[in-house]
């Protein structure tokens, strides 16, 4: 099984689920649990709108144009009932601002859409039709505007495909309406006018529709905005904060340390050097701790590439690790050389932290591989081990800030290595298998890129 690993860790909810829920989310103004809302800065719902004026115009051409045919006085004032009753809920719909639905249920908003699209279009446009001739109304084809409207605004959802079965019904009862309610029809002129003059009017009827989504989508966008900055502006708190006490506690450790080496140096501290050495190897492994940490904290360091020869970058990052790979009895091996354009601090920090994991990874007596060879667009680095692999759960994690499989692990080294690995505009990638190992493959440009900062790299 293999892993890309992304610029940072997946979202937790997956892709779909979450971008159908966003659609809904937008459309209807709710935004996800936990978001607060903007302040309010709408004013109160006017009328009209420029938009409404559309439907307003459609009904009105269409009334001057059976009343030159003597229409019924009674049968344009449905018309008007019509018009009026669309503008009602308009109104009503554009009331609630984005703080009422901040906490709104996305399957309950969107029966509510449906709903609102249901009585603003299904029964004025009905009633329209049933006064204009019924089933052989020029004005028909606008019955479809409920069934638009609300697929436009929560898309294609059981509840939308009930409303089409409600309008294909409405066109059944229609169908059935005796002729001395809904009239004798138009001359086949006036008849095709109307038509022409309705095939245009489901737009005008829309327009409030799409115009008011549109308004949606701008106020949860400018919440989306305000709720970034404010959890960035708390991020960078924290950070701050994080490195200070880390600051504050990495002089004492020195100290402490020092004082430690002294009495294992001293002979008179014979009898306490097996508790002095636990001592020093826990001060080591804070201390290691807090450095990984404030790696972690200083990632907006620019990269500063030179070309660099990744063969001997290698083999000295290999030379480091030697002590803790004999104390592991794990062999280490290198091969292949490269030449790229890269920071090689960084890059041999990014590689420390990964040839150390794979050491910790493979049991006494295996053998960790690093293979250096170059590629069409810049150089691959493959760290290849022979330990215990990683069951697809574990892979699935990797590269989560603070997870870790080991007691003693700070669950950074990946991170700080990806992060490095971004900033470069190259990739990481694992492959593990349970028994069979882990493969970590590097990729790196030939000049770096200075893809994204670590910060973006290490906490997106």
């Given at each position: 099984?293999?892993r890309?690993l992304?610029?940072?860790p ?29 302040s309010?800065?709408s ?20 009334a001057a144009?059976?009343?030159?045919t003597g229409?019924?006085?009674w ?14 809920g ?10 009422h ?14 709903l ?15 006064a ?12 479809l ?31 059935v309406?005796p002729r ?13 006018l ?10 005008a009827?829309l ?21 970034a900055?404010?959890?960035l502006a ?6 701050q ?9 990495k002089?004492?450790l020195?100290?402490?340390?020092a004082?430690?080496?002294l009495?294992?140096?001293?002979p008179a501290?014979?009898?306490s ?11 080591s492994?804070?201390?290691e ?9 200083r990632?907006?360091q620019g990269?500063?590439p ?5 063969g001997?970058?290698?083999s000295d990052?290999?030379e ?18 490269a030449?790229?354009?890269a ?11 990964l040839v ?24 691959e ?6 330990g ?12 989560t ?6 007691d003693?692990g700070t ?14 505009g ?8 349970p ?9 790196l440009p ?8 670590g ?6």
């Open positions: 099984m293999e890309l992304a610029d940072g997946d979202l937790a909810m997956p892709r779909p689920t979450m971008v159908a829920q966003t659609l809904v989310q937008h459309a209807t103004g709710a935004l996800p649990a936990g978001m607060a809302a903007p309010d800065r004013v109160a719902p006017r009328w009209p709108h420029r938009e409404d004026l559309l439907p307003v115009g459609y009904y009105l051409l269409v144009v059976l009343a030159t229409t019924s006085a049968r344009i004032a449905i018309l008007a009932l019509a018009a009026a009753g669309q503008q009602v308009f109104f009503a719909w554009r009331r609630p601002g984005l703080k639905c901040v906490n709104a249920d996305p399957e309950r908003a969107a029966r509510g859409a449906v609102r699209a249901s009585s603003t279009f299904f029964v004025t446009t009905g009633l329209a039709i049933a204009t001739g019924g089933v052989g109304s020029p004005l028909l084809v606008t019955f505007v409920a069934y638009l409207a609300a697929v436009t605004i929560v898309g294609d959802r059981g509840e939308t495909r009930w409303l089409l079965a409600a309008t294909a019904l409405g066109v059944c009862v229609l169908a309406l001395s309610w809904t009239g004798v029809g138009s001359p086949r002129p006036v008849h095709a109307l038509a022409a003059v309705s095939v245009l009017g489901v737009g009827l327009v409030p529709v799409h115009a008011t989504r549109r308004k949606k989508l701008e106020e949860l966008e400018r919440a989306r905005s305000e709720l900055s404010e959890a708390r991020a960078q708190t924290l950070e904060i994080g490195s200070k006490v880390a600051h504050e506690l002089n004492p020195t100290g402490v340390k004082l430690v080496q009495g294992l140096r001293n501290e014979g009898a050097h097996d508790r002095l050495e636990v001592v020093e190897r826990e001060v492994r804070m201390q701790i807090l450095q990984n940490y404030l790696s972690f904290t990632p907006l990269v500063e030179r070309r660099v020869d990744l001997p970058l290698v990052t290999l480091v690790l030697s002590a803790r790979a004999n104390d592991a009895r794990v062999r280490l091996y290198a091969d292949g050389d030449m790229v354009e920071d090689p601090r960084r890059l041999r920090e990014a590689l420390l932290n150390a994991n794979a050491i910790e990874a493979t049991p006494p007596g295996g053998e960790v591989f690093v293979e250096v060879r170059a590629a069409a667009e810049g150089a680095l493959v760290v290849r081990d022979t215990r692999g990683m069951p697809p759960e574990v892979l699935g994690r990797i590269g800030p603070f997870f870790t499989t080991r003693d669950g950074l080294g990946v991170v700080l290595a990806r992060s490095v690995i971004a900033q470069h190259g990739s990481l990638r694992y492959e593990s298998e028994g069979k190992g882990t493969r970590v493959e590097v990729t030939r000049v770096a890129r200075e893809g994204r900062d910060a973006c790299a290490g906490r997106r």
